[in-house]
């Protein structure tokens, strides 16, 4: 998975504090002359830190350098998808929008009726579908499709007991992987748990597929300097 590169802090706060050794401050502070002048130099200088404090000066400084490091990482955060070509973003559109689609076919599933060989292809295309929009997500630097994505993955992990018992198991890579016949003789009430229902696994699933349709839309309209909605409020796809 790719990245953000996070901002570097050090500019900022060599600009409030000043931590150059060449500073009068500094200087004083870690020299070892025993002058008068040297002395006085510090005195004053601290005196008028002191002063600084008892202003709210230094507090302003903070409040400053902490909002603008926000505003910062916002920006980041913003920008993160530019850096996705159209291809890459494609992709992920088209991987999500098929898994989109599965999941409410499963959703709506009757597998109390449904033939061995109608439930094995169907829950084989949520399977590659699925491991799609993961291998697409890898691929991604948008921050917003990045969390999307680990937000189902979540999903998966928390029903990962009920997916082994029909037959589906998660991989290192966060891929799923089936056996055919343990899903043949898996409990109906497990696959309609899983699938079935608007509270259900898929339906949830479905909702972060639907969602990441939505982000990369968004985010190629973005790319390509056009509009993602139409005068009518929805999108261009």
């Given at each position: 998975?790719?990245?953000?590169?996070?901002?570097?802090?050090?500019?900022?706060?060599?600009?409030?504090?000043?931590?150059?050794?060449?500073?009068?401050?500094?200087?004083?502070?870690?020299?070892?002359?025993?002058?008068?002048?040297?002395?006085?130099?510090?005195?004053?200088?601290?005196?008028?830190?002191?002063?600084?404090?008892?202003?709210?000066?230094?507090?302003?400084?903070?409040?400053?350098?902490?909002?603008?490091?926000?505003?910062?990482?916002?920006?980041?955060?913003?920008?993160?998808?530019?850096?996705?070509?159209?291809v890459t973003l494609?992709?992920?559109?088209?991987?999500?929008?098929?898994?989109?689609?599965?999941?409410?076919?499963?959703?709506?599933?009757?597998?109390?009726?449904?033939?061995?060989?109608?439930?094995?292809?169907?829950?084989?295309?949520?399977?590659?579908?699925?491991?799609?929009?993961?291998?697409?997500?890898?691929?991604l630097n948008s921050?917003?499709?990045?969390q999307t994505s680990?937000?189902?993955?979540?999903?998966?992990?928390?029903?990962?007991?009920?997916?082994?018992?029909?037959?589906?198991?998660?991989?290192?890579?966060?891929?799923?992987?089936?056996?055919?016949?343990?899903?043949?003789?898996?409990?109906?009430?497990?696959?309609?748990?899983?699938?079935?229902?608007?509270?259900?696994?898929?339906?949830?699933?479905?909702?972060?597929?639907?969602?990441?349709?939505?982000?990369?839309?968004?985010?190629?309209?973005?790319?390509?300097?056009?509009?993602?909605?139409?005068?009518?409020?929805?999108?261009?796809?």
């Amino acid at each position: 998975m790719s990245s953000i590169n996070g901002i570097n802090n050090n500019s900022y706060l060599s600009q409030l504090f000043n931590t150059s050794s060449t500073s009068g401050t500094s200087s004083s502070l870690f020299s070892s002359s025993s002058s008068s002048t040297d002395m006085y130099s510090l005195l004053s200088s601290s005196v008028s830190d002191f002063r600084m404090i008892q202003s709210g000066v230094y507090k302003k400084a903070l409040k400053s350098y902490y909002a603008s490091q926000k505003e910062d990482d916002a920006n980041t955060i913003a920008d993160s998808g530019s850096a996705d070509s159209k291809v890459t973003l494609s992709n992920m559109k088209s991987a999500a929008s098929k898994l989109s689609s599965t999941m409410a076919d499963l959703k709506t599933m009757d597998f109390d009726s449904a033939e061995d060989e109608d439930l094995v292809s169907k829950v084989k295309e949520y399977v590659t579908n699925y491991n799609s929009t993961i291998n697409s997500a890898k691929n991604l630097n948008s921050y917003g499709m990045l969390q999307t994505s680990v937000w189902m993955k979540e999903q998966t992990d928390t029903a990962e007991g009920l997916l082994n018992n029909v037959g589906i198991t998660i991989g290192d890579d966060n891929t799923l992987s089936l056996n055919e016949e343990t899903l043949k003789s898996a409990s109906k009430a497990d696959l309609k748990t899983l699938f079935n229902g608007s509270s259900s696994y898929g339906a949830r699933v479905a909702s972060q597929a639907s969602a990441l349709v939505n982000q990369a839309t968004s985010q190629i309209a973005l790319n390509s300097g056009t509009t993602t909605y139409t005068s009518s409020g929805f999108y261009n796809t």
